[in-house]
């Protein structure tokens, strides 16, 4: 499986965001999609993630309310809507595969994408 994130940039807080990951490879439609994150000097993160179907999702606290995860199975492809951004949003954000919903363990990795927030 190949995923790879897109959608990073530089935004003001209050601003929004869509980050999209596209999924390639053999029986993809078979994984729970999310997205972590890391901020210079801290350790990755969990953000999001979603069901197979897409019917079932949850969000770190921290990001509870802002931003909300999306798939199309059609497309291979979960995004992340990302709204109301703060400055302590600025991280790498990861797309990542897992057969579990809690992405734990997470069996691959997408590039990362670079989110900015200015305050």
């Known amino acids: 499986v190949q995923l790879q994130a897109s959608g990073g940039g530089l935004v003001q807080a209050g601003g929004s965001l869509r980050l999209s990951c596209a999924a390639s490879?053999?029986?993809?439609?078979?994984?729970?999609m999310g997205w972590f994150r890391q901020a210079p000097g801290k350790e990755r993160e969990f953000v999001a993630a979603?069901?197979?179907?897409?019917?079932?999702?949850y969000y770190a606290y921290f990001v509870k309310g802002r931003f909300t995860i999306s798939r199309n199975n059609a497309k291979n492809t979960v995004y992340l809507q990302m709204n109301s951004l703060k400055p302590e949003d600025t991280a790498i954000y990861y797309c990542?595969?897992?057969?579990?919903?809690?992405?734990?363990?997470?069996?691959?990795w997408g590039q990362g994408t670079q989110v900015t927030v200015s305050s």
């Open positions: 990542a595969t897992s057969t579990r919903l809690g992405l734990v363990p997470v069996d691959y």
């Open positions: 979603i069901s197979l179907s897409g019917g079932s999702s």
């Open positions: 490879g053999r029986f993809v439609s078979n994984y729970a």
